[in-house]
Structures are given as structure tokens and as C-alpha cells.
Nanobody, 119 residues
Framework: QVQLVESGGGLVQAGDSLRLSCVAS????????MNWFRQAPGQERERVAT?????????DYADSVKGRFTIARDDAKNTLYLQMNSLKPEDTAVYYC???????????WGQGTRVTVSS
């Protein structure tokens, strides 16, 4: 059974940093493209960052977070991270990690971790 558990969210002020973690069980993250998505209140879920599978993983970011967020993976710990710097109120959302294959999301979704950025 695959399980993804996100953590690390919290209430911070604009300009602060947070590091989110996603611990996986039942799935070896390095074998898959992994992503962070987020969903703000009243909005659709959107992709934030992607890291490709394999040892020479490439990364990709939504324009809204480029230069501020960094996605990384620790294969020994089977854990995905999202380092978020220079946080803005518009980054407020529930953040989820999820696997994709091509353009398709492969479940399950975790419970998410809530990030709230005050101005």
C-alpha cells in the first residue's frame, strides 16, 4: 500500500522560509517523477514543482515560485522536500506531494500540509 505523508507546514510571516517534507512508503520515489501541488482556498489545485526520476533528476517550477522554491529528493530516506524561501501571502495553501507519469497524476494523494503566510 502506497502512502505519502506531508509535513512541515505552519503559520509564518511574509519573507520567511519553510521546508516541507513528504515521506513515502510502498513506493520508491527515485523511480518516479514527483511533484508538489498546492490548493488555495476556493481555487483549483495547481502544480508547484516537479523533480524527474533517476539519479540525474531535473527540476521544473511554476513561474509563481521560480527562484524562491526548491524541490529536492533524499533517496536514502525516500523523502521529497520543498524548500520555500521569501514566502508571500499568495503562497498560502495546502501543499501535497504526488507522483505523475507523463501528464497523469498517479495516486494516492496525501493529507497535505497547510502553509499560511501572513502579510
Amino acid at each position: 500500500q502506497v502512502q505519502l505523508v506531508e509535513s512541515g507546514g505552519g503559520l509564518v510571516q511574509a519573507g520567511d522560509s519553510l521546508r516541507l517534507s513528504c515521506v513515502a512508503s510502498g513506493r520508491t520515489l527515485s523511480n518516479y517523477t514527483m511533484n508538489w501541488f498546492r490548493q488555495a482556498p476556493g481555487q483549483e489545485r495547481e502544480r508547484v514543482a516537479t523533480i524527474s526520476k533517476g539519479s540525474s533528476a531535473s527540476t521544473d517550477y511554476a513561474d509563481s515560485v521560480k527562484g524562491r522554491f526548491t524541490i529536492a529528493r533524499d533517496d536514502a530516506k525516500n523523502t521529497l522536500y520543498l524548500q520555500m524561501n521569501s514566502l508571500k501571502p499568495e503562497d498560502t495553501a495546502v501543499y501535497y506531494c504526488v507522483t505523475t507519469i507523463g501528464k497523469y497524476v498517479v495516486g494516492p494523494w496525501g493529507q497535505g500540509t497547510r502553509v499560511t503566510v501572513s502579510s
